[in-house]
C-alpha cells in the first residue's frame, strides 16, 4: 500500500482561495473554437463519451487534476490529497446553443458558465462542450481555479490537452490508483516540523549573505526599493471608475480577434513591444469609452491597471502552482494621439523593467509564505473596500503552431480572467497561431454596454496601426 501524500499550496496559491466568495469565483478560463465534424459520431452526434476518454487519458500528465483540497488541523492551511472518488465525467460536461447558435449566444452562454463558482469538494476545474455553434464548430470552456494554476501555465496545459497533428487513436486510459490522504495527526507533524525548520531557512539565508556579501547586498538593496516603490503605489490610488464599484455574481464575455501580425506591424513602425501596443491600444479604448459610454471627465483622471509579470524560471515550466509578480501601469486615456499613447507607455515600461519593479509584488509574496494568512485575509477585506488599480490587463503567449483536439482543429481561443472586490472589468489577451484575441470579461451590471467597448478596442488599434504606418520610413 502507498504512503499517505499530500502537497502544500503556497500562500500566493492560497491566496486565490482567501479572495473567493460566494459572488465572485477566482477560476482562470478559456474558450475554444474548434472543427465539429471530426468529433462526431457516425450517427451525427457529437460523441461526448470519446472526448471525456481522451481526457482521461492525458490526466497522468496533469496530476493536480485528479487531487482535491484537504486542510491542516490549528492553522486551517489549505493541502492537495489525491481524490478517491474522482470521475472525469463529472468534471467534462455538455451544453447546447439554441438555433441558430450565434456568437453573441455562446457569449452569453459562456458568461454563465464562468459565473458558477467550483465545487471545493470535488478537484477544481470543469471542461464544458457547447454544441450548436453556427459554421459548424463547437467550443470548450474550460475552467480551473486560480489557486492551480496561474496564465503561464494555463498556455502550458493547452498543449497537454491538445496536440500538433491530428490524432484519431484515444489511448486506453491507464488505471489510476490514489495515493491515501494523511491523518490530521500526520497533517499537524507536518505542519510542526516546517514551522521548526523557519529558522533554519533564515539561518541558510543568513549564510549566503556572508557567503557572498556584495552580490546579496545588491540584490537586497533592489528587493527593498522595489517593496518601497510598490507600496507607494498601493497608497497612490487611482481615480475610481464606473466598474469600481462592488461586484455581483454575474458575468458578461464579449471578445474580438486581429492578427498577430497587424500587432507586429505596429511594433515594428515603432519600436515598441508587442505589450506596449496592447496597453496603448487599451488606453485609446478606454478613454473613448469612459467618455462616450459614461460620461466621465478624463482630463486629470488616473486610470491604473495591474498588469501581471510572470517570474517563472526555466526550471518551473511545466509545473503547476502560480509564479506571477506584477507591474502597475498608469494608461494615458485623456491623451489624444495614439502614438504619444504609445510613448508614454513605453516609457513607463522601460522605467519598470530598468527598476526591477515586479522585484516588489514577488518579494511581498515570498514574505507572506511565512507570516501565514492573516495579511491575506486583510487583503481580501480591503479589496472589497477599494483597490490600489482600475483593471487587470493580462497578455499570455501561446502557441504558434495549430493544435488539434483529436482530429478536430482548433480555430479560435479565447481567456477569461476573474473578477473580485470592485473590480468590475478585466481584460485578458492570448496569442495563437498568428491571431490575437483580446477577451474581456465584465460584471453583468456594472457594464452592460461590454460590446462597446470591444468596438472601441477596435477602433483604437485601427486608429493606432494607421498613425503607425504614416510615420514608418519609405
Same mark, same amino acid.
Given at each position: 500500500?502507498?504512503?499517505?501524500?499530500?502537497?502544500?499550496?503556497?500562500?500566493?496559491?492560497?491566496?486565490?482561495?482567501?479572495?473567493?466568495?460566494?459572488?465572485?469565483?477566482?477560476?482562470?478560463?478559456?474558450?475554444?473554437?474548434?472543427?465539429?465534424?471530426?468529433?462526431?459520431?457516425?450517427?451525427?452526434?457529437?460523441?461526448?463519451?470519446?472526448?471525456?476518454?481522451?481526457?482521461?487519458?492525458?490526466?497522468?500528465?496533469?496530476?493536480?487534476?485528479?487531487?482535491?483540497?484537504?486542510?491542516?488541523?490549528?492553522? &486551517?492551511?489549505?493541502? =492537495?490529497?489525491?481524490?478517491?472518488?474522482?470521475?472525469?465525467?463529472?468534471?467534462?460536461?455538455?451544453?447546447?446553443?439554441?438555433?441558430?447558435?450565434?456568437?453573441?449566444?455562446?457569449?452569453?452562454?459562456?458568461?454563465?458558465?464562468?459565473?458558477?463558482?467550483?465545487?471545493?469538494?470535488?478537484? *477544481?476545474?470543469?471542461?464544458?462542450?457547447?454544441?450548436?455553434?453556427?459554421?459548424?464548430?463547437?467550443?470548450?470552456?474550460?475552467?480551473?481555479?486560480?489557486?492551480?494554476?496561474?496564465?503561464?501555465?494555463?498556455?502550458?496545459?493547452?498543449?497537454?490537452?491538445?496536440?500538433?497533428?491530428?490524432?484519431?487513436? !484515444?489511448?486506453?486510459?491507464?488505471?489510476?490508483?490514489?495515493?491515501?490522504?494523511?491523518?490530521?495527526?500526520?497533517?499537524?507533524?507536518?505542519? !510542526?516540523?516546517?514551522?521548526?525548520?523557519?529558522?533554519?531557512? !533564515?539561518?541558510?539565508?543568513?549564510?549566503?549573505?556572508?557567503?557572498?556579501?556584495?552580490?546579496?547586498?545588491?540584490?537586497?538593496?533592489?528587493? @527593498?526599493?522595489?517593496?518601497?516603490?510598490?507600496?507607494?503605489? &498601493?497608497?497612490? #490610488?487611482?481615480?475610481?471608475?464606473?466598474?469600481?464599484?462592488?461586484?455581483?455574481?454575474?458575468?458578461?464575455?464579449?471578445?474580438?480577434?486581429?492578427?498577430?501580425?497587424?500587432?507586429?506591424?505596429?511594433?515594428?513602425?515603432?519600436?515598441? #513591444?508587442?505589450?506596449?501596443?496592447?496597453?496603448?491600444?487599451?488606453? &485609446?479604448?478606454?478613454?473613448?469609452?469612459?467618455?462616450?459610454?459614461?460620461?466621465?471627465?478624463?482630463?486629470?483622471?488616473?486610470?491604473?491597471?495591474?498588469?501581471?509579470?510572470?517570474?517563472?524560471?526555466?526550471?518551473?515550466?511545466?509545473? *503547476?502552482?502560480?509564479?506571477?509578480?506584477? =507591474?502597475?501601469?498608469?494608461?494615458?486615456?485623456?491623451?489624444?494621439?495614439?502614438?504619444?499613447?504609445?510613448?508614454?507607455?513605453?516609457?513607463?515600461?522601460?522605467?519598470?523593467?530598468?527598476?526591477?519593479?515586479?522585484?516588489?509584488?514577488?518579494?511581498?509574496?515570498?514574505?507572506?509564505? =511565512? #507570516?501565514?494568512?492573516?495579511?491575506?485575509?486583510? &487583503?481580501?477585506?480591503?479589496?472589497?473596500?477599494?483597490?490600489?488599480?482600475?483593471? !487587470?490587463?493580462?497578455?499570455?503567449?501561446?502557441?504558434?503552431?495549430?493544435?488539434?483536439?483529436?482530429?478536430?482543429?482548433?480555430?479560435?481561443?479565447?481567456?477569461?480572467?476573474?473578477?473580485?472586490?470592485?473590480?468590475?472589468?478585466?481584460?485578458?489577451?492570448?496569442?495563437?497561431?498568428?491571431?490575437?484575441?483580446?477577451?474581456?470579461?465584465?460584471?453583468?451590471?456594472?457594464?452592460?454596454? @461590454?460590446?462597446?467597448?470591444?468596438?472601441?478596442?477596435?477602433?483604437?488599434?485601427?486608429?493606432?496601426?494607421?498613425?503607425?504606418?504614416?510615420?514608418?520610413?519609405?
Amino acid at each position: 500500500m502507498s504512503k499517505p501524500h499530500y502537497d502544500r499550496l503556497t500562500q500566493l496559491d492560497n491566496s486565490f482561495l482567501i479572495y473567493e466568495e460566494q459572488h465572485s469565483g477566482m477560476h482562470v478560463a478559456s474558450t475554444s473554437i474548434h472543427e465539429a465534424a471530426p468529433l462526431r459520431r457516425d450517427d451525427g452526434a457529437i460523441d461526448l463519451e470519446r472526448i471525456q476518454e481522451y481526457v482521461d487519458s492525458r490526466l497522468d500528465l496533469i496530476p493536480r487534476y485528479r487531487q482535491r483540497l484537504a486542510r491542516t488541523p490549528m492553522e &486551517g492551511h489549505p493541502v =492537495w490529497v489525491d481524490d478517491p472518488s474522482f470521475n472525469v465525467r463529472y468534471h467534462v460536461r455538455h451544453s447546447r446553443l439554441p438555433r441558430p447558435g450565434t456568437e453573441r449566444q455562446l457569449k452569453r452562454t459562456v458568461g454563465r458558465i464562468f459565473s458558477q463558482i467550483l465545487d471545493r469538494g470535488k478537484p *477544481l476545474w470543469e471542461l464544458w462542450l457547447i454544441e450548436g455553434l453556427e459554421g459548424d464548430r463547437v467550443a470548450l470552456v474550460s475552467k480551473v481555479h486560480h489557486c492551480m494554476v496561474d496564465g503561464i501555465a494555463g498556455a502550458e496545459l493547452i498543449s497537454t490537452l491538445l496536440t500538433e497533428e491530428p490524432t484519431e487513436k !484515444v489511448d486506453t486510459p491507464t488505471e489510476w490508483t490514489p495515493r491515501p490522504a494523511p491523518s490530521q495527526i500526520e497533517l499537524g507533524a507536518g505542519e !510542526v516540523s516546517r514551522a521548526l525548520r523557519a529558522p533554519l531557512a !533564515v539561518g541558510e539565508a543568513l549564510r549566503r549573505l556572508a557567503r557572498d556579501e556584495g552580490q546579496a547586498r545588491h540584490h537586497l538593496a533592489e528587493r @527593498l526599493r522595489a517593496f518601497g516603490q510598490l507600496v507607494a503605489d &498601493g497608497l497612490d #490610488t487611482p481615480t475610481p471608475m464606473p466598474f469600481n464599484r462592488p461586484i455581483g455574481p454575474y458575468r458578461r464575455m464579449d471578445w474580438t480577434t486581429m492578427t498577430l501580425d497587424q500587432i507586429r506591424e505596429v511594433r515594428r513602425a515603432t519600436g515598441a #513591444t508587442v505589450n506596449d501596443v496592447v496597453l496603448a491600444t487599451a488606453s &485609446g479604448a478606454m478613454g473613448r469609452f469612459l467618455k462616450r459610454n459614461r460620461g466621465v471627465d478624463i482630463d486629470g483622471a488616473r486610470f491604473r491597471i495591474m498588469a501581471p509579470v510572470s517570474v517563472r524560471s526555466r526550471n518551473d515550466q511545466g509545473d *503547476l502552482g502560480n509564479r506571477v509578480s506584477a =507591474w502597475n501601469v498608469d494608461l494615458p486615456i485623456a491623451v489624444p494621439d495614439p502614438l504619444a499613447q504609445l510613448a508614454e507607455i513605453q516609457t513607463q515600461t522601460r522605467k519598470l523593467k530598468e527598476s526591477k519593479r515586479a522585484l516588489g509584488a514577488e518579494t511581498l509574496t515570498q514574505g507572506i509564505e =511565512w #507570516t501565514g494568512s492573516g495579511i491575506l485575509s486583510l &487583503g481580501a477585506r480591503l479589496m472589497t473596500m477599494g483597490s490600489p488599480f482600475n483593471m !487587470v490587463i493580462t497578455n499570455v503567449p501561446g502557441p504558434r503552431v495549430p493544435l488539434y483536439l483529436l482530429e478536430s482543429r482548433l480555430l479560435e481561443i479565447h481567456p477569461h480572467v476573474p473578477l473580485m472586490g470592485t473590480l468590475g472589468l478585466g481584460l485578458a489577451l492570448f496569442s495563437y497561431a498568428g491571431s490575437f484575441s483580446w477577451c474581456y470579461s465584465a460584471d453583468w451590471d456594472l457594464v452592460p454596454d @461590454l460590446h462597446d467597448l470591444v468596438r472601441a478596442t477596435e477602433d483604437a488599434f485601427e486608429k493606432l496601426r494607421r498613425a503607425a504606418a504614416g510615420r514608418r520610413p519609405a
